[in-house]
């Protein structure tokens, strides 16, 4: 008899992703909610949603969820968090939200040590509003408002979040990964379950970078997409665990 | 209970505490620092009691909507240039039905301005400030005791209309000490359960708390249910006070601080044997429209006296319509009118229309 | 070696190919008819019960696939 | 460059254009807005700029008119040009009673359930193929509502692609115009059989 | 210069550059992308340019800040919740009497909302939004070519008042391409002058840019000072649209698209013969008031319609008193109403109040 | 005859400060305005003071001042600068306005590589609202908002910005100093002119971080304000030269 | 505890009260304010909440009223307590014509320049050091002020400084009350002579 | 060893006591009267024409003092 081994988690709902042929999101979402399925917290969870490509993602999660303002998903987070410790609480966010207007929020939950999890995903422009320079946008790259490529002089440098998180001193689990194979994919979704384990043992604050394809607005293919992160975008955005001190008994 | 002196700023933590408020966040601000300090240390004895400084007023307000989509009475205050950082946030709350309740100590502006007491900030907290075309509840004290009261008020309206309520001080309100005593506290844990909260999908379908709609239908249809929620309250819970409004020819109207002074004034006048009382709107948001308007069926001439250039004016020009002549008496920017002040000015405008004899 | 097969839900699928690069065997390829969003959905090359099928149902392509429209059988 | 079939130009007209991100729809509308424009009309040109959400359909609204146009909005359009189903079935109702839809019958499975309807079915795709390239579609598509409708002319529709893709060089100007002529050729040929 | 048929957020970016403006800094936000994208590619090829993709609508407008004190003519732009965020920094634009052009493309609200236009934001434009009782003037384009007259007036209003202006629009005439034809670019160099620019001290003594006022004196002052300027603004910059109200016995007043609309509605009911025609503000601040008021000699019976819940329709009220019926038409969220439906409105109620014949 | 060998700088109006016996602001005034008149720049300079203690530092120095809200002073000042690169802009800024509300603007202005010179002042509280915790009041220390000792599971920890500067790719020069002995104060007074050297050369951002004395809110003598710094404060936030990439040729 | 030299209690009386930031100024306002409320009169307590800048004085006004008050702020009070010169500089003028100004002589060394009000002069540092610390000097100066102006009984003056210093102890209790007496005594001697 | 001497401006010093901390001398001493501002201000122990003063003129003192109080002279 043939055997079912692959199929769509628990915690994502019958719904079609509404995103792009072959975008990073679906892919994160997916892993997210098997790592949701495999912890057993589907029912204590409550997911913060981005202003972004994301912004739909309520219609995935099967978990409750609260929206928040563009860049503010780390305050609300904390708001729910500290209301309800024994939820489990993740954001959802995209470059522009986490680390442009968001920064400050970022940056001040992550050295509170809040015990959250979030999902940072970078896809190195701003996808939802059709294509903008994000902070994380390479040099070089054309968008919409690069249309001759970042410039540093004019349009200042990447911006490396998770390097200024790792110094923060309530964070306490920050790594980089990409979904652009099947073994990054994997790796990501190991990185996920352990930025929720830290929020599930109260060790503190947890972060997982994903370095995301955007096609559409990088105007290649998606297997192009792909490539594009594995020889260019880690360049910038070395992959890797970036501070992990769970085993430090923090 | 006894009464206490007490600072206006911590009256307003004290009542919150005692309303079931069990969330605060906030950054300081001058003059409303000693609220988040109250809070600070009053929330440090409660178990179920968060206390935040935020990082900015921005991340507070958005750290209350949080809080309060789990169920928890929240609450965050500042004072003018931090009410205008929350204003997208308000929004969102008001958009999202949540409750929560903002308190703003306003001082002098635009800008970083002063940090005298002022009524500056009418239009922004009767009109929404934020984007979107919401409303929230306006409640503007003029008294310590009164600060207990509509404090707690705040958290009920609150909760029972799911909107973010406004409670509109100034520097005055909040720095002032007097006599205040306060009602027994309110055990959060038996408020009324709310059953739209996050909590957990355990044995129920998913909650959502979003305010998109993408679908303009949708998005309208949502528009018309809060407009008949905010026709609700405004049928519902209009407030004022008269003061010496019977038999008087001639009304002062006037809210919080410049309300207290232009009751001085009035008793002033009223000594020197002139017929004018005080028309005091409790609510700013709903205005006290139609009460206001059945006040000109003896009285002809209003005088409004704000501590700015005239704001609270448009919601009694579009109350009394032509059915009075409205006169108008402000002090923007902290400078505070004296009793005397205003009694000279009801004198003057009495004369002129021969309203004295 | 193990044997497997995948089936592609062919609305699920928005033609993005990753499944095709991921497959070690080869084993997927884009049709050229539309589905009714406009793509063309990726084709998976062999019959479920054929004994000469590469497939091994290492599941490497529905890992991948951003649409969660594949699924894969062992057997 | 007039044909038989040609209505007069009526006093206002709104369109609807709506398919595929990639069928080259915005550009349609803005082909037809130009050449409006470039025939002294009163034109709009509004695109449905999405749901800031990615995925399904474009569309845009053309209105043509001999006076200022007061809503670009067209509830009830006088045209619909539809290059895939779910464009059908989301648009059909809309269009005006004795409206006019252009179907591209390439992609398009259904038939239009309304009976009060003037229903144009043209293989946009395989005609643009046919031409080299099915890229060329919407160019067909056009040539061929211009002819039906009259809203402007294929002259000026041609001056307009031209200058559009002036930067593209003349081989693409000889292509686009001669889709633009294949897709009103076609249209007489419907009418007149 | 030769028609062009261009996006509306392309043609005030566009209209910005001609007019001078040489400092653009903004965030992205739908249905506006197209200005920061536009003004990006725009003054890349301007030596004397700078544009700015900001971390947020916040930073945006404290550069935009920064930069006018200089003199430079500088923008920003946004939408609705992107504007909550920059009311801070508008308020203090305003304290600073800096010069300053907010483009605010409106969507569907509170919240999040939806990208769809709406004029849900005509009391945040109107009443300052943010603290502290500033005005800002505000203007309403409703079509191409007013994008263009008014986004360069704009600036000329901003620098010769010192003070922070609105352009006030929405996604439809953000995203509309209709052809538009514009003046010569202005030379920034052959501006006035500014004599009160930050530009280093030497040969003169050192000048300070600031809305701080500790002293209330001093603020009651600046505040009156303000008051003046509003004032004047008032008296001279009101500006309005009649269109076809020569005879009307029944007048519609709506801004900006609404106003499109109700013109088409308008068009329709002067056909079936009712007397009936458009009053279009054009400056929303300051108001039209006295020419609305006039208006009411010969028009008793004003609709107003907006989409939004009724905002200028208070304008309206204090404007004409009870010297005509105001009735309301609205819709919220983005659903565009048609000219039919209006027209409807219009017929109805002159069926009601017997104007119909 | 004797020689006056140690006066006001040029670069200080004739006002004497509002500030707290002991402050540590006065001292940074008196430092920023030497080196504005030792590199020759006071009539091209323009200041941005904040809100904070120090919110009426336009009294002081005499150049051209353009005031900021809470928080923004390097956005209004990347206005200035961008708007006429020809002028020296610093801002003088708070922990609380530079780490705390300005926490985005502080790090993308960075990391942009502004060409502005920013003078930060850590005193461990927000001074000019009555002495409320700051992000980088110590753990333990009481505030009027931390009564009971700042504690990391509800305050947070420490916030190291200067650290995360060093991570931004935009900033050329970050160090650390402090004004609690002369030694310490020509240090100080060093960085500061380097800082502004920075921008005079075009080559990016560069901030000094001060820490500085709060006698009136951390309820110490003056002198026992600079033994705090001295003994404790360098323990969260060592001394030293943070980033100086001035000799890579950037 | 009342003496021949205590005025009746007047109807409203506004209080201003300043000095340095160390002399205990807000604490003799909070303590007249205290009192008045014990004796169930209407108060209220305005600190000059300041210029959100350090340096400078301190000072609040108290108002104590039979009646509900209206204004907390006191543009013409009734009394001035000035503990140091620039209080004196600043507060002088405004004080209600035939009003009182309570002076610090220890550290006023100017005379008030107005003649329609009168001043009381007192010795608060010298005679609260003479009691063992001259931190007692605000103590002395408020036995001074009530005994002279009769706002409210000495007696609540001492019960309301027992409670607020409550957790001080006995000792300090002891030092506050005979300060408080000193001053009134002060007064009376003043009087009587 | 170069001799020098200071002076302070007793309306500017505000007694913070830091140059007294400075001073490597010990050459100055917080005064017992008030200044019109209410401080206690530093008063230099040394007079500026003796001898035997040990005042170097080092500047220490005025390098720490906040309020640019201490005018320091050489000779
Ligand atoms: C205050 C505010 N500003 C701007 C926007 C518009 N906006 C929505 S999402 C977004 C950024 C999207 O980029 P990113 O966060 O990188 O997410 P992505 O779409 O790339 O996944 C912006 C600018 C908004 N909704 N609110
Ligand atoms: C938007 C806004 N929020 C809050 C304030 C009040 N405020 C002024 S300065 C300040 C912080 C002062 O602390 P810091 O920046 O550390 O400067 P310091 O006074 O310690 O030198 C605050 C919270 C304000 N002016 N504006
Ligand atoms: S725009 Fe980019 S990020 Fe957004 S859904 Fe499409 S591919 Fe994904
Ligand atoms: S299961 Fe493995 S072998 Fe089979 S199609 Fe998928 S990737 Fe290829
Ligand atoms: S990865 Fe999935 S969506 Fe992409 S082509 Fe393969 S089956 Fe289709
Ligand atoms: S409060 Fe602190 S930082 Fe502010 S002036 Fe006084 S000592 Fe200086
Ligand atoms: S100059 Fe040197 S030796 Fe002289 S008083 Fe100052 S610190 Fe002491
Ligand atoms: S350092 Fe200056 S202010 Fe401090 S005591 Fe010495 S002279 Fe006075
Ligand atoms: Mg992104
Ligand atoms: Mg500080």
């Known amino acids: 008899m043939a055997k079912q081994i692959f199929k769509r988690p628990e915690a994502l709902k019958d719904a079609i992703f509404h995103y792009c042929p072959g975008c990073g999101h679906s892919i994160i979402?997916?892993?997210?909610?098997?790592?949701?399925?495999?912890?057993?917290?589907?029912?204590?969870?409550?997911?913060?949603?981005?202003a972004g490509c994301a912004v739909l993602a309520y219609n995935y999660f099967d978990v409750d969820m609260g929206e928040a303002p563009h860049g503010r998903a780390l305050a609300v987070a904390t708001g729910i968090k500290r209301a309800r410790p024994d939820l489990i609480v993740f954001t959802y966010q995209g470059d522009g939200d986490i680390a442009a207007i968001g920064t400050a929020e970022t940056i001040h939950a992550a050295n509170r040590g809040e015990r959250l999890t979030a999902i940072f995903v970078n896809n190195g422009v701003?996808?939802?509003?059709?294509?903008?320079?994000?902070?994380?946008?390479?040099?070089?790259?054309?968008?919409?408002?690069?249309?001759?490529?970042?410039?540093?002089?004019?349009?200042?440098?990447?911006?490396?979040?998770?390097q200024?998180?790792?110094?923060?001193?309530?964070?306490?689990?920050?790594?980089?990964?990409?979904?652009?194979?099947?073994?990054?994919?994997?790796?990501?979704?190991?990185?996920?379950?352990?930025?929720?384990?830290?929020?599930?043992?109260?060790?503190?604050?947890?972060?997982?970078?994903?370095?995301?394809?955007?096609?559409?607005?990088?105007?290649?293919?998606s297997v192009d997409s792909c490539k594009r992160i594995e020889e260019e975008v880690v360049k910038s955005y070395p992959l890797g665990v970036i501070k992990d001190t769970t085993g430090k008994g923090h | 209970m006894a009464k206490q002196l007490m600072r206006g700023s911590h009256v307003i933590g004290e009542a919150a505490t005692r309303a079931g408020c069990r969330f605060y966040a906030g950054y300081p601000i001058t003059p409303q620092n000693e609220i988040p300090e109250y809070m600070s240390e009053r929330f440090a004895d409660l178990e179920d009691a968060t206390f935040i400084q935020a990082e900015s007023e921005l991340a507070a307000i958005n750290m209350v909507m949080g809080a309060s989509m789990t169920g928890v009475r929240a609450m965050t205050s500042s004072s003018s240039p931090g009410i205008s950082l929350k204003l997208e946030g308000i929004s969102y709350i008001a958009g999202m039905e949540l409750p929560a309740v903002i308190v703003n100590i306003m001082r002098g502006g635009p800008g970083l301005g002063n940090i005298a007491p002022s009524q500056q900030d009418y239009f922004q907290a009767t009109r929404g400030g934020g984007h979107g075309g919401y409303r929230t509840i306006v409640l503007a004290p003029h008294s310590g005791q009164e600060l207990v009261t509509l404090t707690m008020k705040a958290f009920?309206?609150?909760?029972?209309?799911?909107?973010?309520?406004?409670?509109?001080?100034?520097?005055?309100?909040?720095?002032?000490?007097?006599?205040?005593?306060?009602?027994d506290p309110i055990d959060p844990s038996k408020l009324p359960k709310k059953d739209w909260v996050l909590n957990g999908t355990k044995g129920r379908d998913t909650r959502l708390i979003a305010s998109l709609h993408l679908d303009p239908v949708e998005m309208e249809q949502f528009n018309w249910k809060l407009a008949r929620k905010y026709a609700a309250i405004s049928e519902r819970e209009a407030q004022h006070e008269s003061y010496l409004l019977d038999g008087a020819r001639f009304a002062v109207v006037a809210f919080g601080t410049a309300a207290r002074i232009a009751k001085g004034a009035v008793n002033r006048a009223r000594e020197a044997g002139l017929e004018v009382g005080l028309f005091r709107p409790v609510t700013l948001w709903p205005f006290p429209e139609k009460e206001l308007r059945a006040l000109t069926r003896t009285v002809k001439h209003i005088l409004v006296f704000e501590m700015n250039l005239g704001q609270m004016l448009e919601d009694v020009k579009i109350s009394v319509g032509e059915q009075a002549s409205v006169h108008f008496h402000g002090r923007p920017g902290g400078v505070i009118s004296t009793p005397h002040e205003v009694e000279n000015v009801i004198k003057k405008l009495m004369y002129k229309y021969e309203l004295d004899k | 070696m193990k044997k497997g097969f995948i089936r592609i839900d062919k609305e699920l699928c928005k033609g993005c190919g990753l499944c095709i690069a991921a497959c070690p065997k080869g084993q997927i390829k884009i049709g050229n008819k539309l589905n009714i969003k406009g793509y063309h959905p990726a084709e998976y090359t062999e019959k479920e019960k054929s004994k000469k099928r590469k497939c091994t149902g290492c599941a490497l392509c529905a890992i991948t696939c951003p649409d969660i429209a594949i699924e894969v059988f062992h057997g | 460059m007039t044909s038989k079939t040609q209505k007069t130009t009526i006093a206002k007209a709104k369109t609807i254009f709506s398919g595929f991100g990639g069928q080259g729809v915005l550009m349609m509308g803005y082909v037809l807005a130009t050449s409006g424009m470039n025939e002294n009309k009163h034109v709009t040109y509004l695109p449905s700029y999405g749901a800031e959400v990615r995925g399904g359909t474009a569309n845009c609204t053309v209105t043509v008119s001999d006076e200022p146009i007061a809503s670009p909005v067209a509830s009830f359009p006088d045209s619909a040009v539809l290059m895939n189903t779910p464009s059908l079935i989301r648009f059909e109702g809309g269009v005006k009673s004795g409206g006019t839809v252009f179907l591209n019958s390439d992609?398009?499975?259904?038939?239009?359930?309304?009976?009060?309807?003037?229903?144009?079915?043209?293989?946009?795709?395989?005609?643009?193929?046919?031409?080299?390239?099915?890229r060329g579609a919407n160019m067909v598509?056009?040539?061929?509502?211009?002819?039906?409708?009259?809203?402007?002319?294929?002259?000026?529709?041609?001056?307009?692609?031209?200058?559009?893709?002036?930067?593209?060089?003349?081989?693409?100007?000889?292509?686009?115009?001669?889709?633009?002529?294949?897709?009103?050729?076609?249209?007489?040929?419907?009418?007149?059989?």
């Open chain 1, 164 to 221: 200024m998180l790792g110094v923060a001193a309530g964070s306490v689990y920050v790594a980089r990964t990409s979904v652009t194979s099947p073994k990054s994919i994997l790796k990501t979704k190991k990185a996920i379950k352990k930025a929720f384990q830290v929020q599930m043992n109260d060790l503190g604050f947890a972060l997982v970078e994903i370095l995301s394809q955007c096609p559409t607005n990088w105007k290649l293919s």
């Open chain 2, 156 to 183: 009920d309206l609150a909760d029972s209309y799911r909107t973010p309520v406004i409670l509109l001080g100034d520097g005055l309100m909040g720095q002032m000490m007097e006599p205040v005593s306060f009602p």
């Open chain 1, 126 to 162: 701003y996808g939802m509003t059709g294509g903008q320079m994000a902070p994380t946008t390479l040099i070089g790259q054309t968008t919409t408002t690069t249309q001759r490529g970042r410039a540093p002089l004019r349009d200042g440098y990447p911006l490396d979040l998770s």
């Open chain 1, 29 to 50: 979402h997916r892993l997210t909610a098997e790592v949701i399925d495999e912890l057993g917290i589907r029912e204590r969870t409550v997911g913060v949603p981005p």
């Open chain 4, 107 to 134: 992609l398009v499975d259904v038939r239009p359930k309304r009976r009060d309807i003037e229903v144009v079915s043209i293989p946009v795709n395989s005609i643009a193929g046919r031409l080299g390239s099915t």
């Open chain 4, 141 to 193: 598509m056009i040539g061929a509502l211009v002819q039906q409708t009259g809203l402007v002319s294929l002259k000026s529709v041609i001056q307009s692609v031209k200058s559009i893709f002036q930067k593209k060089g003349s081989k693409v100007h000889k292509m686009n115009t001669l889709a633009i002529k294949e897709g009103a050729a076609f249209v007489d040929a419907l009418s007149g059989s």
